[in-house]
């Protein structure tokens, strides 16, 4: 999308290249991650299906099938963080936030993505000295042995990257509200 087309290129001045660069290596930064995490799904589906002809057709059912299906489900919920983050996907509470306007709603907005890029900070404190552990005992998987590391860092990454497209989300404009939707 040009400059000239991007909504509110018109108020933003000076430094709107810049912006709209870093808003371009979030958002494919984020859409690399979701790739992945779409890919482990896809590697989910195949993987028990595998296992199913495997045990049904052959009698010979597959040893790694539930803990590389765990680690492969981690890596999805993790890597697809960052996509929803930035697309305002995510399910949210709007008791309050759809009665405010102006900057009441905006100062809730901030406040709400402080809380999650906090969380984020916390998250990252404590899973990065789990993967460097991990990683220096090259910790492996009960049954199978797989390597945990490589999931955890993974992990980790798209932890760091949903934290940054949380407080890029916070200087950027409110999001449109949710749409409602009819009651059953």
Known sequence: MAASQHPGAARRAGGSAALD???????LLAGALAAVGAAALAGIFVLVL?????????????????????????????TLLPATVLRESHIR????????????????FVLA????VAFCAVFLREAWGIAQFTAQLN???????????????????AVALAGVAGAWRALRPLPPAAAQEPPP
Request: charge should be positive; proline fraction near 4%.
């Open 113 to 116: 993505q402080a809380v999650f």
């Open 139 to 157: 910790l492996m998987s009960e049954q199978s042995r797989l390597p945990l590391a490589p999931f955890l860092y993974l992990s980790v990454a």
């Open 21 to 27: 660069l870093l808003e371009s290596v979030l958002r």
């Open 50 to 78: 595998a296992a199913v002809v495997m045990r049904y057709g052959w009698g010979r059912p597959f040893s790694f099938t539930e803990e590389l299906s765990g680690l492969l489900m981690t890596v999805a919920v993790f």
């Open 93 to 108: 509470v709007t008791l309050l936030s759809e009665r405010l306007r102006g900057w009441r709603a905006r100062l809730l």
